[in-house]
């Protein structure tokens, strides 16, 4: 998958999360899949705990990190507001 369309994956929503980067509009942070990874736990085992995770959703918060690292304009983030 392209990063483009990788990046479509990341979402934001002040009403969850208080607005932190998440992943297809759930409660599951970037941040907590990059501290996973970080800590060496395997695909497999962010799976096991969080089955509603595919493998584009990993590469995907992969990919936001390397944008905003890197300064990047990141166009695709999806941000809901509500009231």
Do not use: H, W
């Not at 929503?13 to 941040?31: C, F, H, Q, T, Y």
């Not at 736990?41 to 992969?62: M, R, V």
């Amino acid at each position: 998958m392209a990063r483009k369309e990788l990046l479509k994956r990341i979402t934001s929503d002040p009403a969850i999360l208080r607005g932190k980067p998440i992943i297809r509009n759930m409660r599951i942070s970037v941040e907590l899949v990059l501290d996973l990874l970080s800590q060496g736990t395997t695909q497999d085992e962010i799976f096991k705990d969080y089955p509603s995770l595919e493998a584009d959703d990993i590469l995907a918060c992969l990919a936001y990190a390397k944008s905003v690292l890197a300064d990047e304009e990141i166009e695709d983030l999806n941000i809901e507001k509500r009231a």
